[in-house]
């Protein structure tokens, strides 16, 4: 559902669909992003490793406007980021997020939470967005739950509905911004086996995580943050095998 | 294995029962009210007060109370001065909320069944009292007919709950056409309005009116533009650092000078206005409460899907704050139904002012009790039923809440 190009294609040849260009933010005087540079190509899946407090959530919630940047450049899918509204709901509309505290509307059930934009955004009939809406429930591995209601849902079944709510729009790009970080152990394996079956279908996505495994699993590329900075990026094997920093090196002893 | 002895041993002691004076009626008494000589003392004494009260209480509302007073000025109190020919439109306007109230109940049972059957309680007991005029009574029976045949009528017509709402929405505008005439009727001033009617109308007014007003309020006090933001800080600061009965007497007195000879604003609507103005303010500050009770997360996961501020707002926000402040919002509207009764003080006779004048009549001298009582007892009633309201409103509210 989400081919727009051929799979096939090297990576290296497809198209860019996130460019950062020496992307700075400082929260007050502290300086959070230092010239971060990334590009992202069309169905790649990136994931952002890196120490607590690295800067790869900032990073990512740059990437669709949630947070500003004081200096550098940003484009998605062709449309550069700038203080206008509209260039901003332009790019969410393509961008779908995932957070780590699922921040599912809990005053609708979940069919509700997954139609809303699908239906106030992309104005879709009602009945469209509904049946995509289940489509996508059946993909998650909970359809029997459309009635319910967040609260009455379990941690990984929450963050799978967010997750379904994501893709309803359609986007060209998903953002995981620590999506098993609020979940108990026994949760994440489910949360996880969805995104990785979403990884083989296309869809660009950037994964800020701390599941080791799984990065190395799904990345196409790794990026390693630390100190607000990009030390590192690689493929999977380059960089869990073969390090070249330092600092990949002490961060990866520190975790494996 | 010696915890297995032990067992058996207490199993093997056969159950009896515990001593007469630690159960039932006489061990609660022990317990609660003669557990020492301190507490004897105390039960004997308040239960010796608490006898009087009930007693003389009882022996004056039933053997001294006057209640003829109520009875000889029934139609005051309810609709002050409205002229008695014209009272058939108070009647229409009542018997189409009646029909409103039966539909609402068959569709929606529950919360608006159980305040229908106050509503009818009340018409009975109204109905049931002696001294009513014959033609009330007719009323009040077509009434409570209308109810229970509309109810039967209302859960056949489970598809028809959009209708509903917007009559309850036009309801009001139906009844200030009735009330006033407007052309279709005789034109009956608001200067001849007055008690329970009145009261009711100036809530009304001001609970359906300050409503979306301090959203609008407290939207703006959050606003990022300075104009918005200061003028609604501004506003809401004034307002809240005036007393009510200030700002009635501004409308009441001080509005005539300001607007200028001609332009002459009915008495009734500066008061409603007045209410308006007031309620709105500080209902915005519940609502703030509310607004900013949301988590950050609620507004960028609305945010990240791409809905622009007006859908996330409506959708979102709101929705959730409101639900979070009915009880604060529900206490101020009780507040101000009871706060109508300052308008007596700038002139206008709603329930309590009328109550007051009848007091002053010669003929019922020393009546204040019965008056008063009678008075207490209206607001009692009424204000029960919006808390009752309010309580359960939250409840349908809450499902699958956090």
Known sequence: MFEEFNSETPLDQREDIVVCNNINKWFGSLHVLKDVNLTVKQGEVVCILGPSGSGKSTFIRTVNGLEEIQKGEITVDGIPLSNDLSDIEAIRKETGMVFQSFNLFPHMTILKNITLAPIWVRKWPKAKAEKIAMELLERVGIPEQADKYPGQLSGGQQQRVAI??????????????????????????EVLDVIKTLAGSGITMMVVTHEMNFAREVADRIVLFDFGEIIEVGSPSELFDNPKHDR????????L | MANDELTTKQVSIPETAPPKTSIGVLGWLKENLFSSWINTILTVVFGTIVYLIVVNTIEWIFFKAEWYVISANFKLLMVGQYPVEELFRVWIAFTLISLLMGLSWGIWKGTMGHLTIAM???????????????????????????????????????????YILIGWFLMFPVTMILLSGFGVFDRVGTNLWGGFLLTLLIAIVAIVFSFPLGVLLALGRRSKLPVVKWFCVAY???????????????????????????????????????????????????????????????????????????????FIILPQSLRAVIPAMVGQFIGIFKDTSLVAIVG???????????????????????????????????????????????????????
């Open chain 1, 164 to 189: 379904a709510r994501a893709l309803a729009m359609q986007p060209k790009i998903l953002l995981f911004d620590e999506p098993t970080s609020a979940l108990d152990p026994e949760m994440i394996k």
């Open chain 1, 248 to 255: 990949t090196k002490l961060f990866l002893s520190q975790i």
């Open chain 2, 120 to 162: 009818t309680a009340i018409y009975i007991i109204v109905a049931s009292l002696p001294f009513v005029l014959i033609e009330t009574r007719i009323w009040l029976l077509v009434n409570i007919a209308l109810i229970i045949a509309t109810y039967f009528l209302g859960k056949r017509l489970t598809k028809f709950k959009k």
């Open chain 2, 236 to 314: 809401i600061e004034l307002i809240r650092g005036v007393p009510l009965i200030t700002i009635l007497f501004v409308a009441q007195l001080m509005l005539p000078m300001f607007l200028g000879e001609g332009v002459n604003i009915d008495n009734v609507i500066r008061a409603m206005v007045g209410f308006t103005l007031f309620s709105a303010a500080y209902l915005a500050e519940n609502i703030r409460g509310g607004l900013q009770s949301i988590p950050r997360g609620q507004f960028e996961a609305a945010e990240a899907l791409g809905l622009n501020a007006t859908f996330k707002t409506v």
């Open chain 2, 348 to 402: 206008l006779t709603d329930l309590l002012g009328m109550g007051k004048n009848i007091i002053s009549n010669p003929e019922f001298l020393g009546t204040q009790m019965e008056v008063f009582l009678f008075v207490a007892l209206v607001f009692l009633v009424f204000c029960n039923m919006m808390s009752y309201a309010s309580r359960r409103l939250e409840g349908a509210l809450g499902v699958g809440t956090r």
